[in-house]
């Protein structure tokens, strides 16, 4: 399946609401053609002018590139707004996919039957889906 801009907010939205308490605020999604990653959490950091570090921007891009099921896709998804659920509400974990991060994926499987992972090893994935070329 290639996932879309549509089917990303829709799910976005509905897990937002189920397991973020509809706490994360709606952001850019996009979908893109990355080789190295399933996807990010992108976002831009600002100095402030009395010191400090300001997180903003944030949007979310999935790679079309692999041929993922539905639930795979949005496996992706869902890891990737436990990392902006961490980084809006200035969280501290111990590293990108810390103590923090790791119970809440661990809590969000359990509780709602997900198989996210903190990485996918590139030999479990299903082929690189070919690019239409016209």
Do not use: C
Not at 56 to 65: G, K, Q, T, V
Request: proline share 3%; no cysteine.
């Amino acid at each position: 399946m290639r996932p879309t801009v549509e089917f990303l907010k829709r799910n976005f939205d509905e897990f937002n609401r189920l397991m973020f308490d509809g706490q994360l605020p709606e952001l850019p999604i996009a979908v893109g053609n990355a080789r190295t990653s399933l996807g990010g959490l992108h976002f831009v950091r600002h100095r402030k002018m009395l010191g400090g570090v300001e997180l903003r921007d944030f949007h979310i891009r999935i790679s079309a590139r692999f041929d993922l099921d539905e639930r795979e896709i949005e496996d992706v998804l869902i890891h990737e707004m436990i990392h902006y659920y961490i980084l809006y509400n200035k969280v501290e974990d111990t590293s990108p996919h810390g103590k923090v991060f790791r119970k809440m994926m661990k809590d969000i499987n359990a509780h709602f039957g997900r198989n996210i992972s903190v990485s996918y090893k590139r030999e479990n994935l299903k082929n690189e889906v070919k690019e239409d070329r016209k």
